[in-house]
């Protein structure tokens, strides 16, 4: 089935706070059945993380200074994978985060995170850390758009970004949106096989 079929109307300028859909037969591996959390869309680029995107690891089994953390890790996306980022919902507990919109924030005190996650103080449920990221030049996911990449949803919800078990964020997502969003939800990823 070609991409004619899923057309999106992506009209939206997508913004921080919105989630990416990757539509159904995206052929880059990076981000088949990916939802990207976007941090940032601007005149100069954007960037954002794969919320649904596990790297199989711990937090601990890659930096000795969290060896008590029992935080999951994710793929946040192609680009420069040997750097470490977080997204959370408690800003009082780590000082210098930056707020992205609706009670979720980017980054954060080094060392106060070390020391909360040492004493067990930020919940595992409460952040989420990633390696890499997902970025694009000046102009370049509005390109991606055009030619129906992703689906925009705006304003994501608190619960989504960190309540939401990431095997099932995809499809919840589209669900979601409801009409021909939830068809698509449930179009298998590999059409053969149907």
Same mark, same amino acid.
Request: proline residues 7%; charged residues 20%.
């Given at each position: 089935?070609?991409?004619?079929?899923?057309?999106y109307n992506n009209n939206q300028k997508p913004e921080k706070g919105d989630l990416l859909i990757s539509e159904p037969l995206l052929p880059d591996n990076n981000f088949s059945r990916s939802v990207v959390y976007l941090c940032e869309h601007n005149e100069d680029g954007a960037f954002g993380f794969v919320l649904n995107r596990p790297a199989k690891l711990m937090l601990s089994q890659i930096m000795e200074d969290f060896e008590k953390s029992e935080n999951d890790l994710f793929i946040g996306?192609?680009?420069?994978?040997?750097?470490? @980022?977080?997204? @959370?919902?408690?800003?009082?507990l780590l000082m210098e985060s930056k707020e992205i919109k609706n009670g979720i924030f980017w980054g954060?005190?080094?060392?106060?995170?070390k020391f909360q996650l040492e004493n067990n103080i930020i919940r595992s449920q409460d952040i989420k850390f990633f390696v890499g990221y997902s970025g694009w030049a000046a102009g370049q996911l509005i390109d991606e758009l055009k030619i129906n990449s992703w689906i925009v949803f705006k304003n994501a919800d608190i619960t989504q970004i960190f309540d939401t078990e990431p095997d099932v964020l995809w499809k919840e997502t589209l669900t979601k949106m409801g009409g021909k969003y939830r068809m698509f939800s449930n179009y298998p990823e590999d059409p053969r096989l149907n």
């Open positions: 089935m070609s991409n004619e079929y899923f057309k996306g192609p680009v420069q994978q040997d750097t470490l @980022h977080y997204i @959370h919902r408690v800003p009082e954060g005190n080094f060392e106060q995170l």
